[in-house]
């Protein structure tokens, strides 16, 4: 008698450490008003929560177009009621040689543990090491090619959302880069997502080095002509002349009849002068460019008068930027060129238009009205590819209420303004 009492009290000093132990990681997980989990029964008759999971392939190609595959593959993994595991992004940029693509964790460049917390509640990140089961793994195969319509990816999403495939805790999704796959969610989602994208502390600190060392270069000036300012305020130009970009412009010009996405150096230059108010005085320019594609060295000669043009090498910070990776170097200038207090840039690259669009996110929650009509503006963007007033560039801000990222991705001339 006296063991079967010893028996049942072992068995309810193992009840009760279970439940202790479930009730510590409910209380340790991260909260989320979406559900991510689906129940399963214990052998002790207990509902066990166990996360589920969506796999995507590596992200590839240039920093902003890395973004809007995450941020696809995260509101896909919302659609799916699922946790998007942590992605591979891609260090190197090549657009065929996919297999020499150099693979870096996205923790590596942005703040994992921060995403969650802002992005608490609408999409979640998970790490390979959260997998209870690693062979309950289903492939998704998108579709391609003209008759893989939206309507039919759409179709093919709501299919795996429920039944049987909900008892598989990953599913893995194979085939083509995020950015290709289609679209289904509004510009706010998106906006939502990359709000949530924090850099890394060296990577933010590497920007902080070049934002002060342009900030200063004004400063000196004023102090040469006598006057002193604690701010100094520049404009950023990402400046598309380079080789890569003058062949894709070319062609794109052509698909589209148009002849509003190439602009030469020259015009560049011109438009940004024309701005109004920048040339009342000296004016610090940083130009965004990637040097090693130029095919001449001149972008700092024929501007303005008032305007001082500078590049990495000029302003000498290119030995920053030379310690990493191009997906690094693009995250510190893609920074630099966000802080600007006045943006100029093309609205056919997807650098420049996730700029805008988070420039014009600032403004928003500022409460700033009439983004267009008014000339007093904190944070004004332009499209010097497109003329506005003057012959200077047109003034540009993101329509939020789109029901779709595709000109963001792909480039307009329609810019709001």
């Not at 996205?106 to 999409?123: A, I, M």
């Not at 008032?306 to 030379?322: C, N, S």
């Amino acid at each position: 008698m006296g063991g079967v009492v010893n028996l049942n009290s072992l068995v309810c000093k193992i009840v009760f450490l279970f439940i202790a132990v479930l009730i510590l990681r409910a209380l340790l997980l991260p909260h989320n008003n979406l559900v991510f989990m689906t129940n399963n029964v214990s052998p002790f008759g207990f509902v066990i929560q166990q996360q589920k999971f969506l796999e995507v392939p590596q992200i590839v190609w240039g920093l902003n177009n890395q973004k809007i595959a995450f941020a696809r593959a995260c509101l896909t993994a919302r659609m799916l009621n699922r946790t998007l595991l942590m992605p591979s992004l891609s260090a190197s940029l090549f657009y065929k040689e996919i297999d020499l693509l150099k693979p870096i964790s996205f923790d590596k460049v942005f703040k994992f543990d921060k995403f969650n917390e802002l992005c608490s509640g609408f999409v979640q990140l998970g790490r390979y090491s959260d997998l209870l089961n690693t062979t309950k793994v289903i492939e998704l195969q998108k579709g391609s090619g003209r008759k893989w319509t939206v309507e039919r990816d759409l179709d093919q999403l709501r299919d795996y959302r429920n039944g049987s495939f909900d008892d598989y805790e990953v599913i893995k999704i194979v085939g083509k880069n995020p950015f290709l796959w289609h679209d289904h969610w509004s510009v706010k989602d998106y906006a939502q997502v990359f709000e949530c994208l924090v850099l890394v502390d060296e990577i933010s600190q590497e920007a902080d080095r070049v934002v002060s060392m342009i900030r200063e270069v004004g400063r000196n000036h004023d102090n040469d002509k006598g006057s002193i300012q604690n701010y100094v305020p520049y404009v950023a130009v990402h400046m598309r002349v380079e080789i890569d970009w003058m062949i894709h412009c070319k062609k794109l010009e052509q698909r589209l009849s148009t002849n509003q996405i190439c602009s030469s150096k020259n015009e560049i230059m011109e438009r940004v002068g024309n701005i109004k108010g920048l040339n009342k005085n000296p004016t610090v320019v940083y130009l965004a460019v990637a040097d090693k594609l130029l095919q001449n060295s001149s972008i700092l000669e024929g501007w303005k008068e008032g305007f001082l043009p500078y590049e990495k090498k000029k302003l000498g910070v290119d030995k920053i930027y030379a310690k990493y990776p191009y997906l690094i170097q693009s995250a510190i200038d893609y920074e630099v060129c966000l802080r600007a207090d006045v943006f100029v840039g093309n609205s056919f690259s997807t650098f420049s238009s996730l700029i805008v669009l988070e420039r014009t996110q600032k403004m928003i929650k500022l409460g700033v009205n009439g983004m267009c009509e008014s000339s007093d503006v904190k944070w004004p963007s332009f499209a010097y590819n497109i003329q506005g007033e003057f012959n200077g560039p047109m003034r540009w801000v993101t329509n939020m209420s789109d029901s779709s990222l595709h000109a963001i991705s792909y480039g307009t001339d329609h810019i709001s303004c």
